[in-house]
């Protein structure tokens, strides 16, 4: 069974202008698909583990420090069990929204717990990172309310959608879709552009 996994970043619920992109995507996406799983992670809803001293030391003895002690294991299994579900996915569809010309620390929180060697990217000595989600798709929704691309500095660089699309193609994704609903102050109607998003996200889930 084809799964997709719908990851939210905003605690605005409904007002979330990114979240009410992602469900035109979610629509025509179930209209294609109509035995697929969808799952939604609320990343401001979900329980995460704090990235402690023994979850560091567990990530490290991948490369090359101490084996784990039982502390340090049982740690670890709690990450790798989130991780797994992360990854078990076909497609994904991110809600992104811009925090201070980022992603929201709930968003990076995520990213620190589930980027981990040996299930989402491995390393070698000599070629460096490769992703292991190779063959998996995604689209990033990326919302912003003051920063557009193309506008002055004075109104925003664009550390969001870089990070975010970096880290995907760190993981091993590729094939990525990218929707953005960014109008700046100087918009004379910013609900066409919002329109022309849920337009083009609705077009992106019925692929």
């Known amino acids: 069974m084809r799964k997709l996994l719908h990851i939210k970043s905003s605690p ?9 992109i992602a469900e035109a ?4 996406y179930r209209c294609k698909h109509p035995g697929a799983e969808i799952d939604e992670i609320d990343l401001f ?4 583990p704090e990235f402690d001293g023994d979850r560091v030391a567990a990530k490290m003895s991948f490369f090359g420090d ?3 002690n039982a502390s ?7 990450i790798v069990a989130i991780t797994r579900c992360f990854g078990s ?11 201070n010309g980022s992603i929201p ?7 620190d717990v589930v980027t981990q060697a040996g299930l989402l ?12 989600l190779c063959g998996k798709r995604a689209t990033a929704i990326y919302t912003s309310g003051i920063y557009a691309p193309g506008v002055s500095a004075v109104f925003g660089i664009d550390h969001h959608s870089t990070y975010f699309d970096e880290w995907l193609r760190f993981i091993g994704i590729s094939d990525v879709t990218t929707i953005r609903y960014q109008p700046n102050l100087l918009t004379p109607d910013p609900a066409i552009g919002l329109a022309a998003a849920r337009e083009a996200a609705a077009q992106a889930g019925a692929r």
């Open 12 to 20: 605005r619920g409904d007002r979330s202008r990114s979240a009410q």
């Open 25 to 28: 995507f979610l629509g025509s």
């Open 89 to 99: 996915a076909d497609e994904y569809v991110f809600s992104v929204p811009m925090w």
């Open 45 to 48: 809803e979900l329980a995460l």
């Open 72 to 78: 340090q294991q049982s740690a670890w299994d709690e």
């Open 121 to 132: 990217f491995d390393f070698n000595p000599v070629s460096g990172y490769s992703g292991l």
């Open 66 to 68: 101490p084996a784990m």
């Open 105 to 111: 620390y709930r968003l990076k929180h995520y990213i």
